[in-house]
Every structure is written in structure tokens, then in C-alpha cells.
């Protein structure tokens, strides 16, 4: 297969399902949403704008306004006092709601709205509102990377219909807040609004799990390239649900050190060199009667266009009877680039 970058959660979702990476990843057919990853976004959104304003209000003191200007929620213009009222937090919430219910196939009704009401409020009030961002040092709201990865094993060459592609395997992603504690320590907060689990393995994320995570190790590696002038960096990863699905708050603080970096290199490395050798990825069940494709997957649900066969279906027999090269020359999305990477909402 072809792999020119890699994020956590493409990396998480070869290990949980080879067909659906290869469809999105590698073709570049995106799935529909479903209603609780909306509203998980949905609860980022109100953090991040949270984040945002404290933000400026460090970098303008003598400002009597704060002001952000976001993709998803627009213009947000509010009195410097206001930023710290419950009244303003819910007007957000209710925002940032609204700016990705307008475009959801999903319907949002009180009861949705109470959950995400209540996310937010968990991850500001938490141990007397350690992980709210308004009384944070804000170093950076949601920066994006893009990371070469400098090492022999990550160069790439392709040729895809005819056109070469060549490069540096990278890193890129989306962090959800950097913030400083001191002049040599710098903590990143992510804000996990799904169940504590590994949904690969049915594992749940305890302090053991999570020091071999790959997002965390990915992140870390990353901060380490954005930030080398802080040579202390905390990991935070804050979950709103236990592995059930029910509210259980639980945050979890790990440090990492030079070690690691290299530990996890060679876990892109083995990843990436896996994906690159794989020309038959398999699905997560050959009989598709697994509840995670009938019920989770995209790919499962809907049919290959101007056919009767779902698409996890279609991809799978093209495969099989064209082989990797003309399955990825045919059945790539149309204006899809596999070298091109866009941020998630």
C-alpha cells in the first residue's frame, strides 16, 4: 500500500481494520460521521475557543475585548470579563453546537445538547478545574504539524497513474491545547470525548496502556520537534467516558524523555514498512457480520457507487481481480491526493 504520512488515527485504524484504512487513507473515501463523533467535536470546539480567547487575552492585557476568529463557529466578540461567566461557557456551547449541527445528517435534540453541555462542563470543573483552559498559561490552541521524519526507511517513491511521487514520510496532525507551566515545562492537553478504550483490541486505557500509545508517543514526538526549547514535557490525556460509555472522568499525566522518541520511530518504522508490503489488506471480518461493520463502518452500510455492493465489498474483488496498482489507479477518489493532507474540523 501506499503511505506518504501517517497520523494517530491512521495509524490507530490499520490495527483496528487493514479495508477501512486502505478505502480512506489510501483511496481517499471519506465516512459520514456519526451523531457521538459530532458531538465530541462539537464539546473541542467549545474548548478551543476557550482556549483562544484566554489566549489573546494574555497577548492584549489592555484589551477591554477578546476576540477569536474561527472556521466552524465564525466571529466571537465578548467583554474580557465575560470569558469567566458560566452564562457566556453554555451561550458557547450552544455555538458550537449549532456550527456543526447545520451541516450533520444528524438530528441534535435537548438530550444531545445536555451531553455536550455536560462534557464541557466535566473537563472545566474537574479536580477544582485543573484542565480548564481559562485559567491556563495558553502556549498554543490547536496547533497542526507537518513533520518529515528524517531517517532513510521514511523516503518514498510512487508512481500513481502515470505521475511520480516521491518524498519524506511525516507526521501531521492536530493538537488539542499547549500550554506552559514554566520557562522549561510545556503540557499537552487532549481532550478525549469518546470511551476509554482501545477499540482495536477492546483493551481499556489504563496508565500501563497508555505509556505504549501511539497517539501519545506520536504527539510527544511531535512537541519535540515544535518545542525543543522545553526540555520537560507533559502528557495529559483527559477521557469524559470508561470503556463502557458511561461518564467516568478520568485524566491521565505521563512524561516521556529522549528514549522514547526513538522508541517511537521504530514503532512507525515496523508500522510503516507493515502497511508498505501489505497489497492485500483484510477486513476486520471476512464475513462482514462483526457488529463493528454492520453498525460502525461506512464502508459496510453503503454501496459502491452505481452498483449493489457495499463498498468494503466492491474494494476487496477489485483487489482480488486487479490487483493493488489498478484498484488504486481506478478506485481513488476523484481529486483525492495521497501526498495532500487536511486537517480534521
Known amino acids: 500500500m501506499l503511505v506518504t504520512y501517517v497520523r494517530s488515527s491512521s495509524y490507530n485504524n490499520y490495527a483496528y481494520c487493514q479495508m477501512q484504512y486502505f478505502i480512506t487513507y489510501v483511496l481517499g473515501h471519506q465516512s459520514d460521521s456519526g451523531k457521538k463523533a459530532d458531538m465530541g467535536t462539537m464539546a ?29 463557529a465564525g466571529k466571537i466578540r465578548i467583554k474580557k470579563d465575560e470569558l469567566y461567566t458560566d452564562d457566556f461557557v453554555n451561550d458557547l456551547i450552544e455555538i458550537s453546537i449549532d456550527c456543526y449541527a447545520k451541516n450533520s445528517k444528524h438530528k441534535f435534540y435537548p438530550k444531545e445538547r445536555k451531553e455536550v453541555a455536560q462534557t464541557v462542563w466535566t473537563f472545566l470543573t474537574h479536580s477544582d478545574g485543573m484542565f480548564d483552559p481559562r485559567k491556563r498559561n495558553i502556549h ?8 518529515p521524519i528524517e531517517e532513510d526507511w521514511a523516503k518514498f517513491e510512487y508512481e500513481i497513474d502515470g505521475e511520480k511521487v516521491q518524498g519524506q514520510l ?15 515545562t510545556i503540557e ?7 470511551r476509554r478504550m482501545d477499540w482495536a483490541t477492546g483493551e481499556v486505557k489504563d496508565y ?30 483527559f477521557f469524559y467516558k470508561d470503556a463502557e460509555g458511561e461518564p467516568d472522568p478520568k485524566p491521565f ?25 501489505n497489497v492485500n489488506p483484510k477486513p476486520l471480518d471476512p464475513t462482514r457480520s462483526h457488529w463493528k461493520c454492520k453498525y460502525l463502518c461506512h464502508f459496510c452500510k453503503n454501496n459502491w457507487e452505481g452498483t ?31 501526498g495532500f493532507y487536511e486537517a480534521p474540523g
Open 140 to 147: 498554543h490552541p490547536e496547533p497542526h504539524f507537518d513533520i
Open 308 to 338: 449493489d455492493e457495499k463498498m468494503c465489498i466492491y474494494i476487496e474483488k477489485h483487489l482480488k481481480k486487479h490487483g493493488m496498482e489498478k484498484t488504486v489507479n481506478e478506485c481513488t477518489r476523484p481529486g483525492f491526493n495521497i
Open 170 to 184: 511525516a507526521i501531521k496532525g492536530t493538537i488539542d491545547l499547549v500550554t506552559l507551566l514554566n520557562e522549561d
Open 44 to 72: 473541542h470546539k467549545a474548548m478551543e475557543i476557550l482556549a483562544g480567547l484566554k489566549k489573546f487575552q494574555q497577548d492584549n492585557p489592555r484589551r477591554k475585548y477578546l476576540v477569536v476568529e474561527d472556521d466552524a
Open 188 to 194: 499537552v492537553i487532549d481532550w478525549k470525548s469518546g
Open 253 to 277: 499525566s505521563l512524561m516521556f524523555d529522549k528514549s522514547d522518541e526513538a522508541r517511537f520511530l521504530e514503532m512507525l518504522k515496523n508500522r510503516v514498512e507493515e502497511i508498505r508490503h
Open 208 to 237: 500501563k496502556k497508555l505509556e505504549n500509545d501511539a497517539q501519545l508517543l506520536l504527539y510527544f514526538y511531535a512537541i519535540s520537534k515544535l518545542y525543543p526549547e522545553y526540555p520537560n514535557r507533559i502528557m495529559s490525556i
